[in-house]
């Protein structure tokens, strides 16, 4: 057996090790241990996996057995005293499994052009998308773009409205309120919209779940075309296209794009269509690895693509929003990490407090004037977030380590929690005492 990778980190305490879960699938045993112990204890630990592991899979021979182990810590946070917490994640796997990599994809990975991203025909009902649009420019119809209330959501209305636009299409823009509509399409927006006298509907970064909420469109006489990365169910909205690469039927090379992403090869698909040049729809590659890396989606194949060239776009962007936020955050060193924890919570904040159009206003404004306005507002609002998470936590981990702290699964509920930041504080505690928590916002007789 050779170890194939190790990162390491001193830990100075001694003790036992206490098993937290062993799973064993395909030749494969994923382990986490909470540690606390010396390399004696860890020295056996390592020997009994491998036992363990060749009495499952007597077939696969000593020599071909790797090990991964990596280091993952966590902090307890805004000084609740917490310890810090370390888990060794140990992956035994076989070397005959290891893919091989050949010259042309190591190029494209570390030096992706515009070259490299792939036929948007590909992505299932794009042609059809790209046709409806094109009539609705031939009729000069106006068409409404219904999106998501986070950074993902916002970057997707921005870079399709102002396409749209710039080849000639009037449209309109909705985001649901998170407080008080929640995700997704909803029968109140739709009956809105169609009363605004929109006949045409392009949702982005959301959709694929609203099968009922597309029927009632589809009943008022409305046309929906569904833009979306999230999973589907097994059966999909009556939509007259639905582009989602998770789609089962999906012949689409990479399925892992944001919502953003999904917008982009829309954009791409319909400048193909339109004989257009490459730089109309490249040009929003700022907003779109801003999206992109904000959604965590995994950074590699089409996504790496979008976050190198980006990225290199980002430090020139023209779109004065952007520019306004990247100066007042004082994000002088622009990369993925400067768009995680610099520029993704400011805009995520607005959605999360309750005022979406803020953000999405940043984006689309000409004036430089008013975009320094709004970019001060997300700090606000993103000051004010931290400062009810921090609340919200200090509450919860009271709560717990005074009442719930043996319970296999922690459950809690108050009524001054903000409903939009509780899932960030579920998350943490998660992440604190290794077991699954539920936080409710307590709203009268409804949680």
């Known amino acids: 057996m050779k170890i194939k990778s190790v990162q390491t980190v001193d830990i ?23 540690v606390s112990t010396d390399n004696k204890d860890f020295i056996k630990l390592i020997d009994s996996l491998e036992e363990d592991f060749h009495s499952k899979h007597p077939e696969v021979k000593e020599e071909e057995v790797c090990i991964d182990i990596t280091v993952v810590y966590s902090f307890g946070g805004y000084e609740t005293g917490c310890e810090t917490d370390f888990t060794l994640e140990i992956c035994i796997w076989q070397d005959e499994h290891e893919e091989i990599v050949d010259g042309e994809k190591i190029n494209v990975f570390l ?23 094109v009539k609705a420019i031939e009729n000069k119809e106006k068409i409404m773009i219904y999106g998501d209330y ?20 009037k449209t309109g823009e909705y985001i649901p309120n998170r407080l008080n509509e929640g995700y997704g399409l909803n029968k109140d927006a739709i009956s809105k919209i169609y009363n605004d006298g929109y006949k045409l509907m392009i949702t982005v970064d959301c ?20 833009t979306d990365h999230h999973e589907p169910a097994e059966k999909l909205p009556e939509a007259i296209a639905v582009i989602d690469a998770k789609r089962k039927d999906n012949k689409y090379p990479f399925n892992q794009l944001a919502g953003v992403g999904v917008v982009f090869k829309l954009i791409q698909a319909i400048s193909t ?26 950074l590699v194949d089409e996504n790496r693509v979008i976050a190198k060239l980006g990225l290199k776009l980002i430090e020139k962007t023209k779109n004065i929003g952007l520019k306004t936020l990247l100066n007042i955050a004082d994000l002088r060193k622009i990369d993925s990490t400067a768009i995680s924890f610099g520029v993704a919570p400011r805009i995520n904040a607005c959605g999360r407090m309750g005022f979406q159009e803020e953000a999405l206003q940043l984006f689309l404004t000409e004036d430089s004037g008013e975009a320094t306005k709004i970019a001060k507002r997300l700090v606000q609002f993103n000051q004010e977030r931290q400062a009810k ?34 899932g960030i504080v579920a998350s943490k505690i998660t992440e604190i005492y290794y077991k699954p928590s539920i936080l409710i916002c307590l709203e009268g007789d409804k949680g």
């Open 12 to 34: 100075k305490e001694v003790g036992t090790i206490n098993l937290a879960g062993v799973e064993a699938n395909s030749g494969q045993i994923s382990v986490h241990i909470p």
């Open 150 to 169: 986070d950074a993902d959501g916002i970057t997707s209305i921005t870079v399709l409205k102002k396409y749209l636009n710039e080849i000639g299409l």
């Open 111 to 133: 030096n992706p052009t515009r070259k490299d991203f792939y036929n948007p025909f590909l992505m299932p009902d794009m042609e059809i998308a790209v046709k409806r649009i």
């Open 389 to 422: 998470e921090k609340q919200i936590f200090e509450e919860v981990i009271e709560k717990i380590e005074k009442d719930n702290k043996d319970k296999k699964c922690i459950v809690l509920a108050e009524e001054n929690w903000h409903h939009g930041i509780i």
């Open 207 to 226: 959709g694929i779940s609203g099968l009922e909420e597309v029927d009632y469109a589809n009943s008022l006489g409305m046309e929906i075309i569904i």
């Open 273 to 298: 269509e339109l004989k257009l040049e490459e730089k109309e729809y490249l040009k929003y590659l700022d907003l779109v690895c801003i999206g992109t890396i904000s959604d965590i989606v995994p």
